[in-house]
């Protein structure tokens, strides 16, 4: 892949990326419904995420982006970011499976262990409101470490499933879909893990209510093992 093609970008050493605003925070704490205690209503702050950053990465990360570009096909990789001392890979959704499958098997690459999947609701993102984080590392490179991002619409929060790929990606996925109700296409068990099976909506979404709902384990019991529900 050449530095002209899609999803890379040219090399402009000391050219800041331009962020990009997610939204916007209103008063001291962003309150929306519940009012603002701070004294700091008027107070009005843009959401900023940083954006494509641009070549040298600096470190290590050049020669993980050349690694990655040259394994990976046009088109499956959307953006490079590095903040904070930490690289992701924007992907697109239907590339998830592919570009993972390549950054653990190709040889100068081999992630071969997902650290953990992180789901995040961005409701003034149009289009990409969910987003899913992988994070991702190395044994056979020094325990080297990146991230990769997808992007989903809340029309349709759907992302394929990784656990073929890496298995210990099983229970992050049902944990996000607990929270955030991001389908993981493909999953073995797509179940709660969290809350309880009937448990109406998921918690960490933004427009999920922060208050004044009834208890729900007031009465709780725990059946006996053999009644429980299994997962195999």
């Not at 402009?12 to 962020?19: K, L």
């Not at 009005?44 to 394994?71: C, H, M, N, Q, W």
């Not at 590095?82 to 592919?98: K, Q, W, Y």
């Amino acid at each position: 892949m050449s530095d002209s093609s899609p999803g890379n970008l040219p090399a402009q050493p000391g050219t800041a990326p331009d962020p990009i605003q997610r939204g916007e925070r209103t008063g001291m704490f962003g309150a929306q419904d519940t009012g603002d205690t701070s004294g700091y209503g008027g107070l009005r702050t843009p959401i900023l995420f940083p954006g494509a950053s641009v070549r040298p990465y600096g470190g290590d990360f050049d020669a993980i982006a050349d690694a990655v570009e040259a394994a990976t096909g046009p088109g499956q990789l959307e953006r490079v970011v590095i903040d904070r001392g930490e690289m992701t890979f924007v992907v697109p959704r239907e590339h998830l499976a592919e570009v993972a499958r390549t950054l653990r098997d190709d040889p100068a690459l081999r992630f071969e262990l997902c650290l953990s999947v992180s789901g995040v609701h961005f409701p003034a993102d149009p289009g990409r409101e969910f987003h899913v984080v992988y994070h991702l590392m190395s044994l056979t490179h020094g325990g080297r470490r990146i991230r990769v991002e997808v992007a989903a619409p809340a029309d349709d929060p759907r992302v394929p499933s990784v656990v073929a790929t890496y298995p210990a990606a099983d229970w992050h996925e049902r944990e996000t879909w607990d929270m955030f109700g991001i389908v993981f296409d493909g999953h073995p068990a797509l179940t709660r893990i969290l809350m309880p099976d009937d448990w109406p909506g998921h918690p960490q979404r933004k427009d999920y209510p922060l208050g004044g709902i009834p208890v729900e384990y007031k009465g709780g019991t725990v059946p006996p093992p053999d009644q429980r529900r299994s997962y195999t």
